[in-house]
Structure formats: C-alpha cells, structure tokens
T-cell receptor, first 114, second 113 residues
C-alpha cells in the first residue's frame, strides 16, 4: 500500500521568502512522486514529477523538489515566493507511474503575504 | 480538445435522487480516472479506465456508484440514491499511453441537500 503525508495544512510566507512544503511517502515499491497545484475553482496542474531519474527535479514556476530515499521525503521548495503562488498544493504517489492511480496527500494551502 | 472538460460544473440535487457526471478526456488519451475531493481533504481515487475497460474500480465507495466509458472517450459517473456524504468535487483526469502526467478537468461540484 502507498500513502502520502503532507505536514502542515496551512503555510504562510512573506513575498520573497523561501517556500518549503513537506511531503513524506510510504511505498512498498520504488515510487513515482508528483506535486500538483490547485488554484481556486480550477483543476489540478502538474508542477513536477520524480520518475526515478535525477533526484533533484525542477518544475514549472520556479519550483523544485528533491527525492530523498533515506528520509522517504519529496519536499517542494521555491527560493522566492510570489503572490501568484498562493494556492493549494498536493503531493501524490503512484505505483508504476503510467496508467496508475494517484494517491494524494491532504494538501497544503500556501498563503503569501506582503 | 484543448483539455479535459467536465459537465455540469455545479450540480445541486436532493437526497435520494440519481445524478450523472460527465467527463470528456483529451483526445487520444486512453487512460481515464475519476477522483473525489471532499471539503478539506485530499483527492480519493474512485475508478480507472484503460480504453473502455475498468481494470481498477477499487475506490468506488459503494454499489451506488458506477461508471462507464464508451468509444474510448466520454465517461459518465453515476451516483444513485445520493446521500449528503456524497457532496464533493468530482474530478476527472486523463493520460496518454506511456506518459506519467495525468491531466485534470475543472471538476463537478456536487451538493446533496
């Protein structure tokens, strides 16, 4: 069975500050890991994915995440937050990557303040 | 099409009524998924289609829930005898063969009164 834990249902940062959203996973097989972003009243958009290649993954909008097997983590970071980054972020894991259901964390709402 | 579309965008129904939710995937995407997002919670997997077959229905919460897909395209999720706990946003996603990304539609917000 696979699961994802996102620590912190709400995170608030100042504009220009570092963004760190935490994700830990549990998987009995090598996982495929994803971060999605959801803006209000919209569907989910893929930010980045880990598919067993490079452990440091760069995504859209300046976000990146590092796969750390020893810590079973896949935390999402961005060096400098923008107001437009305010949204809900979901970490997800799948068993095989393609044609496989995603198991999501409960999400972290990011607030960016002036 | 340009993206995954879902209809209706909002649906309010009375407890006990049946509802149908529709998903139009991206053209050529053979895999289609339904998820449910209840308020304040993450997304729960419901069912996965490969073509018109559903090899994984493990997430359907009860026999009141069913789904079908025709022509390797449109899918319909049907909820019979709706209950208040069915209130949620129902999201559809599709993906093309050999690709990791699932592309999500905007969802259908279902409210059962």
């Amino acid at each position: 069975a696979q699961s994802v834990t996102q620590l912190g249902s709400h995170v608030s940062v100042s504009e220009g500050a570092l963004v760190l959203l935490r994700c830990n996973y549990s998987s009995s097989v090598p996982p495929y890991l994803f971060w999605y972003v959801q803006y209000p009243n919209q569907g989910l958009q893929l930010l980045l994915k880990y598919t067993s290649a490079a452990t440091l993954v760069k995504g859209i909008n300046g976000f990146e995440a590092e796969f750390k097997k020893s810590e079973t983590s896949f935390h999402l970071t961005k060096p400098s937050a923008h107001m437009s980054d305010a949204a809900e972020y979901f970490c997800a894991v799948s068993r095989t990557g393609t044609a496989s259901k995603l198991t999501f964390g409960t999400g972290t709402r990011l607030q960016v303040t002036l | 099409g340009a993206g995954v579309s879902q209809s209706p965008s909002n649906k309010v129904t009375e407890k006990g009524k049946d509802v149908e939710l529709r998903c139009d995937p991206i053209s050529g995407h053979t895999a289609l998924y339904w998820y449910r997002q209840r308020l304040g919670q993450g997304l729960e997997f419901l069912i996965y289609f490969q073509g018109n077959s559903a090899p994984d229905k493990s997430g359907l919460p009860s026999d009141r829930f069913s789904a079908e897909r025709t022509g390797e395209s449109v899918s319909t999720l049907t909820i019979q005898r709706t209950q208040q706990e069915d209130s949620a946003v129902y999201l559809c996603a599709s993906s093309s063969p050999g690709v990791y990304e699932q592309y999500f539609g905007p969802g259908t917000r279902l409210t059962v009164t």
